[in-house]
């Protein structure tokens, strides 16, 4: 039996900076076009509980190259892909475009671009529901934290991006 793709399926990457809203726009979007969400989040906490401590960014940089040959798998499979981790500098994202092009894996970028105000209240309501033991995968973010991320995340100018998704 021979059985027909004729729909194209893609890997989303989906860029932002802690507390955008990647998550919750990744379900969404999953529900929409039928895609299965990779996390990087969701496996450090499956896996360590968040309790990975110093060693954060190296078990992230592991899953992550983990989690893109499992996209490209299940897009060669015939299932759309969110990859749900952030993609906070340039480097980061070419690096990701280079894997998948190679791979000959279609792909495209979105991202969430959040206003100020409400990236602050976001904050603020994940902090409160992790103190409270419900934030799931969501990490606590903390001064360290917060610093970190308005250190380390890159805004991607708009040519890098095929949807730019405003939240605020």
Same mark, same amino acid.
């Given at each position: 039996?021979?059985?027909?793709? +004729? ?5 989303? $990457?989906?860029? /932002? ?6 998550? !919750? !726009? *990744?379900?969404?979007?999953?529900? =929409? ?17 968040? %309790?990975?401590?110093?060693? !954060?960014?190296?078990?992230? &940089?592991?899953? +992550?190259?983990?989690? &893109?040959?499992?996209?490209? @798998? ?8 969110? $990859?749900?981790? /952030? ?6 994202? *070419? ?5 998948? =092009? ?19 209240? =976001?904050?603020? =309501? &994940?902090?409160?529901?992790? #103190? #409270? /033991? %419900? ?11 917060? +610093?970190?991320?308005? *250190? ?7 040519? @890098? ?8």
């Amino acid at each position: 039996m021979v059985i027909s793709m +004729n729909h194209t399926k893609k890997v989303i $990457l989906i860029c /932002g900076i802690i507390c955008s809203g990647k998550s !919750y !726009y *990744a379900k969404q979007l999953a529900e =929409q076009c039928g895609a299965v969400i990779l996390s990087t989040d969701e496996v450090t906490y499956d896996l360590t509980g968040n %309790e990975q401590g110093d060693s !954060y960014d190296e078990f992230a &940089r592991r899953v +992550n190259r983990y989690l &893109r040959k499992k996209a490209a @798998e299940i897009v060669r499979a015939g299932a759309n892909v969110i $990859l749900d981790w /952030g993609f906070w500098t340039r480097a980061d994202r *070419a690096e990701i475009a280079r894997f998948f =092009q190679s791979e000959g894996i279609p792909f495209a970028w979105h991202y969430i671009d959040v206003a100020e105000d409400t990236w602050h209240r =976001q904050i603020a =309501q &994940r902090n409160r529901a992790v #103190a #409270a /033991g %419900e934030g799931g995968s969501d990490f606590y973010v903390d001064e360290g934290l917060l +610093n970190k991320a308005l *250190a380390a995340f890159e805004i991607p100018e708009r040519d @890098e991006m095929d949807v730019w998704h405003r939240v605020g």
